[in-house]
């Protein structure tokens, strides 16, 4: 088998085969196939797109590329849910203690920023003392106890599609249906869930702008999850402006806390819901979708799910006392306001460019080496819909550096105000289930 022969047969939009396909991967692994005959193979991908079969046998020959996680001796059906990313994006916080009360065993892997996307093993290590890092057996142990860990991703998990990713981003591939779906799927197959919950932004802060975009993404995520013996499901949220209030790691944890309480925002907190049900569903605790979520608003309501969270901390060496007392989490010296210059109606948001200045704070990485300052970020005081008058407060800079005329510039540039009230805002777009 030659690997020229299958560019051309994928260049004239013929379906490659297993067999073909796990040649083409292992090969590229081992580096038998050299980047220049793969970076063809991904642009042809690129224009004639694969089929669901072909999606599927993409996905498993690259979680056999490396380690394969054992969750076999963690009791129950577990559930991973996974964001394709945004701003303000807490919902792991809320939802695996939230889940867990219910009796959903929580096995987690997260990964840490990037850019304007915040990280989960970022914000957890807002809290002192959390250890990211667990011996395999410890972290079953947890999840058999408490029904909850997570931790850092860790081990040689799906290798080919960390050369590949690297691939397509220097040649103008990486926004390609197929290769994002397998990419995205190979890694929660990989980590050993028996179910998939896959949150799927669209708008200014998403990865895909549009929601048609989102839609065949979730689509094909969907069938690659089925077609790989995982029952999965995608709800498609919107990303137009940033989800609840806060943005910045230790900011994000506090008003995970609030949330738990009962005092989130309302977006996030209906995000957390929606995802949860069917976390829940998919787990087999309980008997619908509705069933699902009235136990969820239960655990929230009668205290089950912020103690959950306070277990969880400690139970990965944290101090929990800032569940009681969140000023306790990192605080930024400064706290400057940043008003509105004209009355109106916020009409629009860029989210993503509220990433950005938060991440210019310190709150991101601009690089994978870069160090990131817990305390920092951005909390909003008012978002699309919300009426203002000419000086009132629309967000409040936390920061580490009195001088944030840049941050503040680029925060009061991503607000779009009119005189007429903006059509009410949509949350959940779509729920793909096949």
Do not use: W
């Not at 003392?129 to 909850?148: H, P, R």
């Not at 591939?173 to 994002?180: A, E, F, K, R, Y």
């Not at 689509?219 to 806060?246: C, H, K, N, W, Y």
């Not at 209906?270 to 605790?285: D, N, P, R």
């Amino acid at each position: 088998m030659r690997m020229v022969d299958l560019i051309a047969k994928k260049r004239d939009d013929k379906a490659l085969s297993k067999r073909e396909i796990d040649f083409m991967i292992k090969g590229y692994t081992d580096g038998d196939i050299p980047d220049y005959q793969m970076s063809a193979m991904a642009m042809a991908i690129y224009f004639q797109d694969m089929t669901t079969e072909e999606c599927v046998h993409l996905t498993k020959a690259m979680v056999a590329s490396g380690d394969q996680i054992d969750l076999s001796d963690i009791e129950g059906v577990k559930v991973d849910k996974h964001s394709t990313g945004g701003v303000g994006d807490t919902t792991t916080l809320i939802l695996a203690p939230l889940v867990a009360t219910i009796g959903v065993p929580v096995a987690k892997m997260s990964g840490r920023g990037l850019g304007h996307t915040g990280g989960t093993i970022d914000k957890l290590e807002a809290i002192d003392g959390f250890q990211v890092e667990l011996a395999s057996d410890t972290f079953n142990k947890l999840v058999n106890q408490n029904k909850i860990a997570v931790v850092g991703q860790s081990g040689n998990l799906t290798p080919a599609d960390k050369k590949l990713y690297a691939l397509r981003d220097v040649t103008a591939t990486v926004n390609s249906i197929p290769l994002i779906a397998s990419s995205i799927m190979s890694k929660k197959i990989a980590s050993g869930a028996d179910a998939i919950v896959l949150d799927v932004k669209t708008g200014s802060g998403a990865f895909m702008k549009d929601l048609a975009g989102a839609k065949e993404l979730a689509q094909a995520m969907v069938a690659i999850g089925d077609g790989a013996g995982r029952e999965t499901i995608a709800v498609i949220s919107d990303m137009s402006q940033p989800l609840g209030f806060a943005i910045g790691n230790a900011l994000e944890v506090k008003e995970a806390i609030d949330t738990l309480n009962g005092r989130g925002p309302e977006d996030l907190t209906e995000l957390c819901l929606t995802l949860g049900s069917h976390m829940v569903y998919l787990a087999k605790q309980a008997s619908s979708i509705e069933e699902a979520r009235q136990k969820l608003e239960s655990a929230i309501e009668n205290g089950q799910a912020i103690e959950k969270f306070k277990a969880f901390i400690a139970s990965q060496g944290g101090d929990d006392s800032v569940v009681a007392d969140p000023d306790r989490l990192p605080q930024a010296a400064y706290q400057i306001d940043v008003v509105a210059r004209q009355g109106g109606y916020i009409s629009a948001m860029v989210a993503d460019e509220l990433g950005i200045a938060a991440s210019m704070l310190g709150a991101g990485r601009m690089t994978k080496a870069s160090e990131i300052d817990l305390a920092v970020g951005i909390v909003l005081k008012k978002k699309v819909g919300d009426r203002v008058e000419s000086g009132d407060t629309i967000a409040v800079i936390h920061s580490n550096q009195q001088d944030v005329s840049e941050v503040k510039n680029k925060v009061e540039q991503a607000y779009t105000f009119s005189a007429e009230k903006p059509s009410p805002y949509q949350l959940i777009y779509d729920i793909i289930t096949e």
